[in-house]
C-alpha cells in the first residue's frame, strides 16, 4: 500500500479502492468504504470531499506480507493502516489533531487501509456480525487511526472506541465493543 498511487476514484468519493481479490467487488467493498468513511469525517466535522483515503481490498497472503514488512507480524490481520501524517493527540485520552482539508480537485492524502478477506469474514462469523456491519468497522477504524486515534493505552482506547460506537450508531450499526447505556453508545 505505501508507495501506491491514489487518485480519486470514478464515483467522486472519499475512497480509493485498489482490488486484488474479486471476492470483495460481491461485498460492495467500495460503495460500503465510501459510505463508512463520509459517514466518520461528516461524524468528526471534516468534509469528505476534502480527504481521500487508499483502501487495498486484498487477501490474507498478501496483508500477511504488508504486515510482516511494516510490522514484522508475518501473520495476517483483519486492517492495517498507514496514516500519511502524524496527527495523534499531546497527550493520552485527547482528541487528535485536525487534518487540514483539501479540496475535491485536491483533496488531503490521509493515508492507506488495508483489509484482509479471508480474516474479515471468518471475524465476522465468529462474532455473528453482518459481515457489511464488521467491514463498516473495520473501515471506521482504520481511517481513525489515519486520523490519529490509536488504542495503545486505555484512555486512547476508550476515546477511540466511543467514538467508532458512536459513527456506526449513526449507520445504524450495533456498537461491537458492547458499551451501551441505556441511552445508547457510552
Known amino acids: 500500500m505505501p ?4 487518485g480519486p476514484e470514478p464515483s467522486g468519493g472519499p475512497v480509493d479502492c485498489i482490488v486484488e481479490d474479486d471476492r470483495w467487488l460481491e461485498a460492495g467493498i467500495e460503495a460500503l468504504a465510501n459510505r463508512a468513511v463520509r459517514a466518520a469525517l461528516g461524524f468528526l466535522g471534516h468534509e469528505p470531499g476534502g480527504f481521500l483515503v487508499a483502501l487495498l ?4 497472503a498478501r496483508i500477511a506480507a504488508l504486515n510482516a514488512e511494516f510490522r514484522g507480524k508475518p501473520v495476517p490481520t483483519d486492517v ?3 496514516p500519511a501524517a502524524e496527527l495523534a493527540a499531546a ?3 485527547a482528541i487528535p489533531r485536525a487534518p ?6 485536491d483533496p488531503c492524502e490521509l493515508g492507506d487501509i488495508a483489509l484482509a478477506w479471508e480474516t474479515c469474514v471468518q471475524d465476522a462469523a465468529a462474532g455473528g456480525v453482518p459481515l457489511a456491519d464488521h467491514l463498516t468497522h473495520l473501515v471506521v477504524h482504520g ?8 488504542h495503545e493505552d486505555d484512555a486512547d482506547a476508550a476515546l477511540m472506541e466511543r467514538t467508532e460506537a458512536e459513527i ?3 449507520l445504524g450499526i450495533p456498537d461491537p465493543y458492547g458499551h451501551t447505556g441505556p441511552d445508547g453508545p457510552v
Open 3 to 6: 508507495g501506491a498511487e491514489a
Open 57 to 60: 481490498a486484498a487477501d490474507n
Open 80 to 82: 492495517l493502516s498507514w
Open 91 to 93: 497527550r493520552p485520552g
Open 100 to 105: 487540514v482539508a483539501g479540496t475535491v480537485d
Open 143 to 150: 481511517l481513525l487511526h489515519l486520523l490519529g486515534f490509536d
Open 168 to 170: 456506526l450508531a449513526e
